[in-house]
């Protein structure tokens, strides 16, 4: 199995970045795919974004255009690079990750960090 570590949250005004990042460890990196969740006071979480085992990033809606994915194979860790956040954005957003199989990803993330906190003012 693998364990995930995020760091990089932190309080920024409304227009700032932060970058976000997510170190694996326990397992091989590459049999996994990764994801970045997030979980905002009160609200359910959701996917924020992800990458498919063919490397191609998917983005939730409210971020598109604003953050980006990223992973570094070689140090077995995921980014989200934030821009433009705006106070919707302020929530403990988690890193997650699924099994690699042939031709995908397994549904459902199996594996969580234990959270990062952003939290954006106006």
């Known amino acids: 199995q693998v364990q995930l570590v995020e760091s990089g949250g932190g309080s920024v005004q409304s227009g700032g970045s932060l970058r976000l990042s997510c170190a694996a460890s326990?397992?091989?990196?590459?049999?996994?795919?990764m994801g970045w969740f997030r979980q905002a006071p009160g609200k359910e979480r959701e996917k924020v974004a992800d990458i498919d085992s063919d490397g191609s990033p998917s983005y939730a809606d409210s971020v598109k255009g604003r953050f980006t994915i990223s992973q570094d194979n070689a140090k077995n860790t995921l980014y989200l690079q934030m821009n433009s956040l705006n106070p919707e954005d302020t929530a403990t957003y988690y890193c997650?990750?699924?099994?690699?199989?042939?031709?995908?990803?397994?549904?459902?993330?199996?594996?969580w960090g234990q959270g990062t906190e952003v939290t954006v003012s106006s």
């Open positions: 326990g397992d091989t990196y590459g049999y996994y795919c």
């Open positions: 997650a990750a699924r099994a690699r199989v042939a031709g995908g990803c397994v549904d459902g993330y199996v594996y």
